[in-house]
């Protein structure tokens, strides 16, 4: 089966500036998570989707962050404006059950 | 109390050693401890899981040893060789919960030198 597919795998962008993270989750998978590792850090959970409702979204940062999941299916991330602090690697996985969870390979985020 | 605390930070081992990664958590309601392994460029991939009701699991040269009085759990890779070179992340989190989010300690980096 296909993995979990994240794109851009890196961005590069200003301060002030928008940008929009974009995961396509395994087929059937109804769970959906993002993450973000700063870098050296631990991986911090930021929200939880079952299809399309946000199931948790105590992880995330600040209202900069919007997270959607259009019809159950992909999801993205946008964060606006972006600021220094919000660079590092956001990743996002899948799982059928909450426990075999699959990541993708993640989105390299820098903010200069 | 949600935190989950990981050493050391980084780990040299020779070829053929036994690499050791431990863990500490203090929650108690955490129910499910998985291991994730990731090489540059990719995402986490879960390694092998234990729950706090079995003390050891071992899957091939991988082994978690789990002590639930001292809320510690570690993994310990044999034989260690040159393609095991790569982070490390343990977790924990609360299957009972409505979301099953993961509490990942700050990971270990890897190198097993030939």
């Known amino acids: 089966e296909a993995g979990v597919t994240q794109f851009p795998s890196h961005s590069v962008i200003e301060k002030g500036q928008t940008v929009t993270l974009r995961c396509d989750p395994i087929?059937?998978?109804?769970?959906l998570y993002w993450y973000r590792r700063v870098m050296g850090k631990e991986i911090k959970f930021l929200l939880h989707?079952?299809?399309?409702?946000?199931?948790?979204e105590s992880g995330m940062p600040n209202n900069r962050f919007l997270a959607e999941r259009t019809g159950g299916t992909y999801s993205t991330l946008k964060v606006q404006p972006a600021e220094l602090e919000d660079s590092g690697v956001y990743f996002c996985?899948?799982?059928?059950?909450?426990?075999?969870?699959?990541f993708g390979s993640g989105t390299r985020l820098t903010v200069v | 109390q949600q935190q989950v605390k990981q050493s050391p930070q980084s780990l040299i081992v020779q070829k053929g050693g036994i690499s050791i990664i431990n863990c500490a958590y203090e929650?108690?309601?955490?129910?499910?401890f998985p291991w994730y392994q990731q090489f540059p460029g990719k995402g986490p991939a879960l390694l092998i899981a234990?729950?706090?009701?079995?003390s050891e699991k071992k899957e091939g040269r991988f082994t978690i040893s789990f002590n639930k009085s001292a809320k510690q759990f570690s993994l310990h890779i044999m034989d260690s060789q040159p393609g095991d070179s790569a982070t490390y992340f343990c977790?924990?989190?609360?299957?009972?919960?409505?979301?099953?989010?993961?509490?990942f300690g700050q990971g270990t980096t890897l190198q097993v030198k030939p």
């Open positions: 996985a899948s799982s059928q059950d909450r426990r075999g969870y699959t």
């Open positions: 087929s059937g998978h109804d769970n």
């Open positions: 989707f079952v299809k399309e409702s946000k199931q948790d």
């Open positions: 929650n108690t309601a955490f129910d499910y």
């Open positions: 234990i729950r706090p009701d079995v």
């Open positions: 977790a924990a989190s609360m299957q009972s919960s409505n979301t099953g989010k993961l509490i």
